[in-house]
Each structure stands twice: as C-alpha cells, then as structure tokens.
C-alpha cells in the first residue's frame, strides 16, 4: 500500500521519478524478510555458541551422568581392567585439552568427553568396592542370628528390620550376606536397634523387577550393602553375640537414639500426627498409618514424608536466617564476625546433623551434599544458589554415588531443582521504592509471593512431571493447588516446629511445639483428604518407550542450561515422554516365580491371585495403563475356574490360559493333562515337561528361574514373551543367564 498519488501519476514523461514521487510513495508496509543465506546462519549459530563460554561447567555433571547411564545399560559387566584403562583415557583427554587445545569446539569435545569416560569407570569402580555377598535363593527354613541395625520402613506384609547377619544356616561365612532385610509377622514386638536377635524364616536374594523394565529393586540393595531379604516365621528372640566393629556399633548407637526419639514424637503426639511428625524428623515411617500415605500420594503431597530437598532447606534455610538474625541483634558482634559466613556455618552444622537424625537415605545424603555446596559457595564468597553451585553438587554426588543417576528421586530432584534455579535466574528483580506505605508495600509483597510461588509450583511440576509419569504411572490433578497450600505450612509450622520439638523433647520439654507440629500435620492432612476424594484426583497413565525419559532428562536440562533463542530447541526434547504413543498393551502378565498372574481386559487387570503379588501386581497394570478390576475375584470367575492352586480358562475366554501355582508334584500330575487340553499357554510353577503338554506355550519353573517375570503380546504368528531378565542383561546384582525374547 502506498499514499498520495501513484507512480502514474508521478512519472515524467522519460519514466524517471521526480523527488516528489519518492516523497509521497514511500511505502508504509513492512518488506518481507529475506531468509538469511547459509553464511548468515553459520554465523549467527557461532554467536549462539560463544555465549556458552561461561556454561561448559554446567554439562560437566550432564556428561558425567551420561557416561555412567551408559555403563549401566550395558547387558553384561565388563572386566575390572576396562574401567581403569578408560580412566586413564579420560585424564589423558583432560592433559592434552590443557596442554594443546587452542580451538573452542576441540576443547569442549575433549573435557565433555572425558567427563563421560569417567562417568563410565566410576560406575564400574563402584560396583567391585560394593560388591557383596548375595543369599541363595531355594535354601528353605533357615536360622538367623543377627543384629538389627535399624528399623526398616514397613512393607505390605508387615513391620521390616535391617539386620547385619552374624551366621545363616547353610551358609558359609564369605556367603553370609553383610545386611539383609527381614519382614516379621504383624503385630510382633520390634527389637531397638543394637539388639542381637535369632529368628527361623525364609531368606532369599533381593527380588528382581516385577515386570520388564520396571523398577529394579535388586540393584539399589546391591548398591546399598543389602544381599538377602525374607520373612521371619518365629518371633525374635534376643541373643548374647559378641561386639560388633566400631563402626556398626557407632551406627546402632546412632540408630538406637532415632527409633527412641521416633517413640517419643508419637508417644507426645499420638499415632495421627505423629507418625508423618516422627518419618519427617528421624525417616521412620513404621508409624505412618497406611490410609495418610495413599491420601498424600493421591494428592501430590507424598514427597512430604520422604527426607530430601526441601526438607533440608527448610532445616538449613531456618538455621541460616535464624543465626543473621541473631547476630544483627548484637551490634557489637555483628562489627566483628560476617554473620553471613558465621550463619552459613551453622546452617552447614545444621545440615549435617539432621543427615545423621535422619539415618542417612541415599536422598537425605544427596539433598545434603546440594546443601553443603549452596553454604560452601558462600564461605567462598560466591553465589549459593546458581546454576554452577548445583553442578558441582551434582558432580559430586554422582562421584559417590554414580548409581544415582538411575534413582528416580535423583532425577526428580535435580530436574526440579535445575528448573527453579534457572527461573531464578531469568525471574524479573522488582524495583524497590525509596518510600512506600507499608499496606502498599505489604500487598506487593504478597503479590510477588504468589507469583513466585505459583511459577515454582509450575516449574517444578513441569519439570518433575515426566519422571512421575514414566516411574511412578500417576499424576494428581490437584497437585499444584495441594502444594500451593501445604508450601506455607510445613515451610514455617510445620518443619520448624518439629526441629525445635526434636531438640527440646529429650529434655521433657518439647510439648508445645510439638502440638504446635500437629496442628499443621493434621491441617496438611485435611487438605490432603479433601484432594484426593475429589473425582479423578489422580490418573494412572502408562509409561511411554524408555528412551523418551532420556530425551526427555536431556530437554529439559537444554532448556535449563542452554542461554539464548536455542533454548527452545530442547522443549520437544522435554516433551518426549507426554507426547510419544504408548507401546502396545501386553495380553498377560506373569509374577518372577510363576506364582500369580493377571491378563488384560479392556482397561482392566484380571489378577488371578489377587492376595498374591499384589504390589508386582498393581505395578505392572500401572505401568500399562490398565486399572485392577473393582471386583476382582468375581470378574475373574467370569472368565476362569479357579481354586487354591490352579486356574483354567471358561468357555469363551480369552486369553485362553491354565496355570498351576503349586511345585508339588503330584497336583502338577494330576493337573497338568487337563490343563493341556483346555488352554494355549500353560503357567506352571513347578517342574513339567514340553512334551506333556506338545501343543501349547508352557512356561515352568526352569523359564522363570532364567528369564524372571514375563509379559507375553499375541501375534499374528503365536505369542511373544518379553522377559525382565533379558532386559536387566547379566550383571552382579541380577544373577541368573540371560534368556531370550521367546516367539
């Protein structure tokens, strides 16, 4: 579009444009850009680049981690000697950056390459200084003398115990595992920490996972000492054994004084409040009623229970402000000490005392290290809270502990921590008025509370978000608005008040902040109760192809670390495990030892043994997205006879399948034949034969000794089984040979 006359008009009679017409015809529109040729492009991708010069620090932990994922994800252990020649490798690249690297891009090539390699030898490194003694599996009735070392948080089946075995029977002492976990009967007394006890039960090696690719328990008791776990079948009954090392005496002792203060917080608060008082101060969870945790995982608020991040900030952050606020109140001290170093000393103390209060979980542990790095930083007279204060919190945790980079908690923890120090980062500084009434200044300030606190909510949801979906199958629907409201609570009640109800309550005097703990306790449960009976307040979503976490871990850290436009680049990335189809649903589902199974209907879960395996059991139908049938048995005697030790397919049924849940061997003899004749896949827990069953897919003890549990998908050509052991590979923690996918 153009204004006054046209170029007609304007034109001399030659076609030349007078000065006028260049006046008065001036477009007014906005040209359409020319896209920018190759050499344009090139150059603005090298000034995206150069403004990373600060950040190659920040993808050092990143780089670190990938190399120790790599490791493993690895289907067989490589040999010890590997891991010190990539060591070497990987120090050498670090000398030869320093000492020859001129280019930028040779030189972030070089150290992000080292990091990985020596991510990778470090992961292998840790397992040879864990490795330990694992108990046999299908030893029988044993007799256990050992020493509890803690109380253990409670299972399904009852109260737990973490014990250091002094013998087994039928074991040799270099085959007696160092810890083992021990499940007693419920109601039975538990012994206090420091206790020599004998107990008859069952002890086997850690289970594997209840469905492929599921959570593996085994490599995190690998990681964690833990080589049996069984059942007792007698009471405890105290021994005399002789000292223990100082160091498992320091720890008992240690122990013995948490599960007493345990007692105490619920002995003064009652079992309501004070067991979530007593998990969030010492990490014992055996007295948190069972309905508070479903009500507080369906609400979003279950990471209140468990010790971690903000547990530890709150504790140091309290400590922090508390020690300033005392020194700026002494005028003579504060002209002669920094009360911010002196407060973040004390913040520090704080820190790691309450890591010792709390037994020391791999969470608990982690959380501290982030901590210690934040008040390091400002020892050193550096930021606390920035992005590079968090990698090198991350770096050395994963150094300690580079199996973490498989944990859950780990990944969630530092997604959302990276997301939130990021927001800080970019979030807008307000400009402070010289001079404001303070109703004016006090409604601003609520104003930039709730913007804050909604946004972090948001970020930290968004971030943590993937990792709950893939993990965890359940997302709360009013996890934002829980948060929003219990964030206050337990930052200024509630956490506070159980830090000073610890301190004081061995003195007899801790009474009233410990009501006043239980007053936000109960406000926090009363919100958690109304979240969770809402309608759909939490919704069980299947967990996408495993890659899409990787990606998804790696978008977000893009969009976290990257400065500029490229940032953006990563949100597909960040996306991956939301938006990805779903793999296809399994037709059946079949527990480690053969002793259960379930097989989809529709969006349900028919379990066959519905008091059996129940957690395999819940797990696996999560993670495919399907619900347990609301009547269990009696949609299952829709479908199969069953009785206490067998299940046949009804008229009409589909999947047609038997199966056998005895290892006796004359009920497998009597049943099998029939069960033969009226199924295509036969289960059977005990031993049998191919050829007494040489026209269906039977599964016996021997496949679920070798391949663990199982999920078998109906093809055009048969039935495919996927099984768990063939995606664990052959590693120290699995056990076992690998068996192959069968069709």
């Not at 991708?45 to 990143?62: C, E």
């Not at 690297?101 to 070089?110: D, E, F, K, Q, T």
């Not at 971690?308 to 700026?328: D, E, P, T």
């Amino acid at each position: 579009m153009t204004t006054g006359r046209s170029d007609i008009e304007l034109k001399t009679v030659g076609g030349a444009a007078t000065a006028e017409a260049d006046a008065i015809a001036a477009p007014i529109n906005t040209p359409i850009r020319k896209l920018p040729s190759a050499a344009e492009a090139m150059m603005w991708l090298r000034a995206q680049a150069v403004a990373q010069a600060d950040r190659l620090g920040l993808w050092t932990p990143v780089a670190f981690g990938c190399g120790a994922a790599a490791y493993f994800a690895l289907p067989r252990e490589p040999v010890a000697a590997l891991a010190i020649a990539i060591l070497g490798l990987a120090g050498a690249m670090l000398w030869a950056r320093v000492r020859w690297s001129s280019g930028r891009i040779l030189a972030v090539a070089l150290t992000l390459t080292a990091f990985a390699l020596a991510g990778f030898a470090v992961g292998k490194l840790r397992t040879e200084h864990v490795r330990a003694p694992i108990a046999p599996s299908g030893e029988g009735m044993q007799t256990v003398d050992a020493l509890v070392v803690d109380i253990a948080n409670p299972g399904q089946g009852g109260p737990r115990l973490l014990l250091a075995p002094i013998r087994v029977s039928g074991l040799a002492p270099d085959a007696t595992p160092i810890r083992a976990r021990m499940t007693l009967q419920p109601g039975t007394p538990l012994p206090a920490p420091g206790t020599a006890i004998r107990v008859r039960g069952m002890l086997n090696p850690p289970p594997p996972p209840a469905s492929p690719g599921s959570y593996d328990f085994a490599r995190d008791a690998f990681f964690d000492g833990i080589g049996g776990v069984g059942f007792a079948l007698t009471p405890p009954r105290e021994i005399f054994a002789e000292a223990p090392p100082w160091r498992l005496a320091l720890e008992m002792r240690v122990n013995a004084a948490r599960w007493a203060l345990a007692r105490k917080i619920v002995d003064e608060m009652g079992v309501e409040s004070g067991g979530l008082g007593a998990a969030m101060v010492t990490g014992h969870e055996a007295f948190v009623p069972r309905e508070q945790v479903d009500a507080l995982r369906a609400s979003g608020l279950a990471h209140i229970v468990s010790i971690s991040g903000l547990h530890m900030a709150i504790v140091g952050g309290f400590a922090f402000a508390g020690i300033r606020l005392l020194i700026a109140a002494w005028p003579w001290l504060a002209l002669r000490v920094s009360s911010k170093k002196t407060a973040a000393l004390f913040a520090l103390t704080a820190v790691l005392s309450y890591l010792v209060l709390s037994g020391a979980p791999a969470p608990a542990e982690r959380a501290a290290i982030t901590a210690a790095a934040a008040f390091g930083a400002i020892l050193v007279d550096r930021r606390a809270i920035s992005l590079h204060t968090l990698a090198i919190a991350a770096l050395v945790i994963l150094a300690i502990q580079p199996e973490a980079v498989t944990a859950p908690g780990f990944q969630m923890s530092f997604a959302a921590t990276t997301a939130l120090v990021a927001m800080a980062e970019l979030w807008p500084r307000p400009i402070r008025e010289i001079n404001a009434p303070w109703p004016i200044r006090a409604v601003q300030g609520a104003g930039t509370w709730l913007g804050a606190s909604l946004a972090a909510s948001f970020v930290a949801g968004m971030a943590t978000g993937p990792f709950a979906m893939q993990h965890f199958n359940r997302v709360s629907t009013f996890g934002l608005i829980s948060n929003l409201l219990v964030a206050p609570i337990s930052s200024f009640l509630m956490m506070p008040a159980l830090a000073l109800g610890a301190i004081l309550a061995p003195f007899g005097v801790g009474d009233w902040p410990l009501r006043a703990a239980g007053f936000a306790i109960d406000t926090m449960n009363l919100i958690a109760a109304k979240a969770s009976s809402l309608p759909n307040a939490q919704l069980i979503v299947a967990s996408a192809p495993g890659w899409t976490l990787t990606a998804a871990f790696l978008g977000i850290l893009w969009l976290c670390l990257w400065k500029g436009p490229l940032r953006w680049a990563g949100l597909p990335f960040a996306l991956a495990v939301s938006l990805t189809p779903r793999p296809p649903t399994p037709d059946l589902w079949i527990a480690a030892d053969g002793s259960t199974l379930a097989v989809r209907e529709g969006k349900q879960a028919i379990l066959f043994r519905p008091d059996v395996k129940l957690f395999g059991a819940e797990l696996w139908a999560r993670r495919r997205g399907l619900t347990p049938a609301a009547e269990g048995q009696a949609a299952r005697d829709a479908l199969y006879d069953c009785d206490r030790w067998s299940c046949a397919p009804r008229s009409g049924s589909s999947p047609r399948v038997a199966a056998i849940f005895t290892r006796r061997a004359s009920t497998i003899e009597k049943t099998l034949p029939l069960s033969c004749q009226a199924a295509e896949i036969v289960v059977v827990r005990g031993a049998a034969s191919e050829a007494d069953c040489p026209d269906v897919l039977l599964l016996t003890e021997d496949d679920f000794a070798r391949g663990g549990s199982a999920e078998l998908y109906r093809t055009v050509s048969g039935w495919r089984v996927v099984w768990a052991q063939t995606l664990r590979g052959q590693r120290p923690w699995t056990g076992g040979v690998i068996l192959e996918d069968a069709p």
